[in-house]
Nanobody, 124 residues
Framework: QLQASGGGLVQAGGSLRLSCAPS????????MGWFRQAPGKEREFVTA???????YSADSVKGRFTISRDIAKNTVGLQMNSLKLEDTAVYYC????????????????????WGQGTLVTVSS
């Protein structure tokens, strides 16, 4: 239902851009987000953007990751700069209903459509 792409292998300090193409069923969802899951860890919130452009980001990626949304093309992008080893994870894009809450926007329970994930590996 959501197609995430752009993952790969990159050296620490490098950049990578992920893209998420929503499906017809996810068009118009109030919020699009990115989550990630590192090996042996729980899935965690990365960043999200609402239809009106409100952005939420985890402290660990602020200043390094930028989320963008192209309403006309129905895509969501994630520009990742200054990548660190700890950014290594499978990245998932998700779509959900936005209820105006920062706390809820960062919760994976608020997202009802998920992509298959794309692996990002940061090497030293």
């Amino acid at each position: 239902q959501l197609q995430a792409s752009g993952g790969g292998l990159v050296q620490a300090g490098g950049s990578l851009r992920l893209s998420c193409a929503p499906s017809e069923r996810t068009l118009g969802r109030g919020i699009m987000g990115w989550f990630r899951q590192a090996p042996g860890k729980e899935r965690e919130f990365v960043t999200a953007i609402t239809r009106s452009g409100v952005i939420y980001s985890a402290d660990s990626v602020k200043g390094r990751f930028t989320i963008s949304r192209d309403i006309a093309k129905n895509t969501v992008g994630l520009q990742m700069n200054s990548l660190k080893l700890e950014d290594t994870a499978v990245y998932y894009c998700a779509a959900g209903i936005y209820r105006g809450s920062s706390r809820l926007a960062k919760s994976d329970s608020e997202y009802d459509y998920w992509g298959q994930g794309t692996l990002v590996t940061v090497s030293s």
